[in-house]
């Protein structure tokens, strides 16, 4: 069956990720996202990063979201800043509070 040109008849294993079908046909995503709507498949899994994120985000204490910053948190998770950022305003964690020097 072709959609937009571009024919998904040879994809037998749909589990993959919507990158991974794009790149081995040579169409962008959003086609094949297209294509798994039309035929009623259930939506592409998670990429690894983003399923390790959602293991790893909620296991940090209300101690460490206070003492360290998103920019901290990405680097030590090796995740983007606004991942963090999300992540935090959506599941009300703690604010930042940035060290004060005493003068």
Not at 38 to 45: H, K, N, S
């Amino acid at each position: 069956m072709k959609y937009n040109k571009v024919d998904f008849s040879s994809i037998t294993d749909w589990n993959q990720t919507n990158e991974a079908i794009a790149t081995q046909l040579g169409c962008c995503d959003k086609t094949v996202r297209s294509a798994r709507r039309e035929r009623g498949l259930p939506r592409a899994p998670d990429k690894a990063k983003r399923s390790a994120l959602k293991e790893k985000l909620p296991q940090i204490s209300d101690r460490a979201w206070k003492q360290n910053s998103n920019l901290d948190i990405a680097l030590i998770l090796k995740c983007s800043k606004s991942a963090v950022r999300v992540f935090r305003i959506t599941h009300n964690k703690p604010v930042y509070e940035r060290k004060r020097l005493a003068l």
